[in-house]
């Protein structure tokens, strides 16, 4: 199935239309989506499988020439890529995207532990058990894969259980949307996340803020994958 266009009413946003190319069962693209609704902001989603080859179309290259989702294309034809950034931008100036200086470093401090710590083990992970036949060669990444992950759960686990409610300061922001997406998900990666009291409990507070929605199931193929047990 080719992509397909949705738009999503989103309530007193900015007016300017703006479109998403994502992948839905992807926690990149669903961090887009979760904050562009709890932003209240007009968007059109435009469903585009990375997973058929969706994003290496001449069409598509022409415009994100890396191939892959999310990407943002504002109504003046501005295009965004990578998905941290893209919450930036549009997170600014409201109180998602902390103002004073110290709390804005310590967002970003969190987003790129997210890109650079967690999602490549936790989204790889899930990904290769999904995403990947059973014989797949790549299966044999999955231990260190594990290892690398848990130890980014426990960090995660550690600065909550020290007493802070979220990831930059005493509100909910962007970098929570950002550690969220994946995390919400590592049991598709075989991520147990009993040992990590102050995590889960993070994770329904999340859960439990105005405009939040989850991410869309995977495909019946992946989601078989994904129970299936190592």
């Avoid at 309530?11 to 693209?29: H, I």
């Avoid at 899930?126 to 848990?150: K, M, N, V």
Wanted: glycine content about 8%; hydrophobic content about 45%.
């Amino acid at each position: 199935m080719g992509p397909d266009a949705r738009a999503v009413a989103g309530g007193t946003g900015d007016p300017r239309m703006t479109v998403v190319y994502g992948y839905s069962p992807s926690g990149n693209c669903h961090k887009v989506r979760l904050l562009l609704e709890q932003l209240r902001r007009p968007y059109t989603w435009i469903e585009t499988d990375s997973s058929r080859g969706e994003t290496r179309t001449p069409t598509y290259l022409s415009k994100n020439p890396n191939g892959q989702v999310p990407m943002l294309e504002l109504d003046d034809g501005r295009v965004l890529v990578e998905s941290n950034a893209i919450l930036c931008f549009l997170a600014a100036g409201t109180p998602l995207l902390p103002d004073d200086p110290w709390q804005h470093a310590q967002a970003l401090r969190w987003m790129f532990f997210e890109q650079y710590s967690h999602e490549p083990a936790i989204a790889v992970a899930r990904f290769i058990r999904g995403w990947t036949d059973a014989e797949s060669p790549r299966r044999a990444e999955l231990p260190a894969l594990q290892a690398r992950g848990h130890r980014a759960l426990a960090v995660m686990d550690g600065h909550l259980a020290g007493g802070a409610a979220w990831f930059s300061g005493s509100v909910y922001g962007v970098a929570a949307i950002a550690l969220f997406a994946y995390t919400a998900v590592a049991p598709d990666g075989a991520f147990d996340l009993a040992p990590y009291p102050a995590l889960r409990d993070w994770l329904a507070r999340v859960r439990g803020t105005p405009g939040f929605i989850d991410m869309p199931a995977p495909a019946p193929v992946n989601a078989a994958r994904l129970a299936a047990t190592d």
